[in-house]
């Protein structure tokens, strides 16, 4: 079973599952569900269950970066089961602005459609995406996960922690004109530009 999920573009989520088929059949959905380039430039979310064994990430991610993929982000079937019950969404979804003094924690990868204001505050163990503007916290890869990525259409955060690197926005840094994505590059936190967000 493959499910693919726009969490925002350029971000796109990746379900994989053997449950139902097989490993052939598995790659070959998958071949044929990319084999375009609307996924190109992307940054692909994996999030494997427990009948996806390494050697096939492996070569499912080798798949993916002949596709032009920028980045993977691999949830390895241990990582998802330490950060989450069975019964909570790997996906939380948070259809509002987020004012001083408000926070959201959760066990997986956090979308905002809308602001996080200065002041307020959003901590995931996993990614972290804002459709809006991020001026106050974010914590990604909270339970100590260096390859977790914050993206946002506007990045001037307070403070951006991923994993166990802080990262601080100099007051006198121009205001960002494009989106741009955090990550974690020779221990310490990136930002680049990502286009069509």
């Known amino acids: 079973m493959i499910k693919i999920k726009g969490i925002t573009l350029p971000v796109v989520s990746l379900t994989l599952s053997l449950k139902d088929t097989t490993k052939e059949n598995l790659i070959n959905e998958l071949v044929e569900k990319i084999n375009s380039n609307v996924f190109s430039n992307s940054y692909f979310l994996i999030e494997a269950d427990d009948s996806i064994d390494k050697e096939t990430l492996k070569h499912i991610e080798k798949l993916l970066e002949e596709k032009d993929v920028k980045s993977i982000k691999t949830m390895s079937v241990q990582t998802v089961s330490a950060q989450k019950p069975t019964n909570v969404s790997r996906l939380l979804i948070v259809n509002k602005n987020l004012r001083s003094g408000q926070t959201v924690e959760h066990g997986g990868d956090v979308l905002i459609l809308g602001d996080v204001n200065e002041g307020a ?46 990262a601080i926005r100099g007051e006198d840094e121009e205001e960002p004109q494009e989106a741009e994505i955090a990550k974690v590059i020779d221990n310490k ?5 990502i286009g069509g967000f």
Request: glycine share 12%; proline share 4%; net charge neutral.
């Open 121 to 166: 505050e959003v901590v995931a163990a996993g990614n972290i995406v804002v459709m809006g503007t991020l001026r106050g916290y974010a914590h990604a890869g909270a339970i100590g996960d260096d390859s977790s990525v914050v993206v946002a259409k506007k990045m001037m955060p307070q403070q951006l922690r991923i994993g166990h690197h802080i």
């Open 189 to 193: 936190i990136i930002l680049e530009p």
